[in-house]
């Protein structure tokens, strides 16, 4: 990507606002970057401040075609919820894909997932008594296709995300640009 691309992109992911989640101390930013034919590659970088986190995401843009579809996110809060908590939550939406916040099912996000990931590839199942406009979708996490999904992305996971006594759920602000304008 063009040097005054990635400029402009850090510019305008400055201006979202609140780039450090101060819950945890940590700037998180998300790059997804798709070829306009598949899917999004999805990357966590995080890091103890936001010039290092920056540093790695500039260098993977570098490599990164100008006309591709990239989207730029930085996680603003975490909330660290009991299992039991996230699941009642989770369950409690109106719809499958109403679900508006990222998933991580360990503390380091090297299991996190994104808002758009969780909703695109179905990874919350509504329950079979789900009616739309009825009730409430008592939603699940489908692990059997959330776990081949972040090996393929991860490579071995840190967690058995089936077994996590805690879930983080997470807000991002982002920009997005497809390679001509942002």
Do not use: C
Not at 74 to 84: I, M, Y
Not at 95 to 103: H, I, P, S
Not at 123 to 143: A, T
């Amino acid at each position: 990507m063009q040097k005054a691309t990635v400029t402009e992109l850090k510019q305008e992911l400055i201006a979202t606002g609140n780039l450090k989640d101060y819950g945890t101390d940590t700037v998180t930013l998300v790059l997804s970057i798709s070829d306009h034919r598949h899917r999004a590659k999805v990357r966590f970088y995080r890091y103890p401040s936001f010039k290092t986190a920056w540093a790695a995401v500039a260098r993977q843009l570098a490599e990164t075609p100008q006309k591709s579809w990239v989207r730029l996110e930085a996680v603003q809060s975490t909330q660290e919820l009991p299992r039991e908590t996230f699941e009642k939550r989770l369950a409690a939406t109106f719809r499958m894909n109403y679900w508006r916040y990222g998933v991580s099912f360990d503390k380091d996000f090297k299991t996190a997932l994104l808002e758009m990931e969780s909703n695109g590839q179905a990874f919350f199942r509504p329950s079979k008594e789900h009616r739309i406009g009825k009730n409430r979708s008592g939603s699940w996490v489908d692990y059997d296709r959330v776990e081949p999904y972040l090996k393929k992305r991860e490579g071995q996971l840190p967690v058995d995300i089936r077994q996590t006594s805690s879930v983080w759920v997470f807000t991002t602000a982002g920009v997005f640009t497809d390679g001509e304008k942002i």
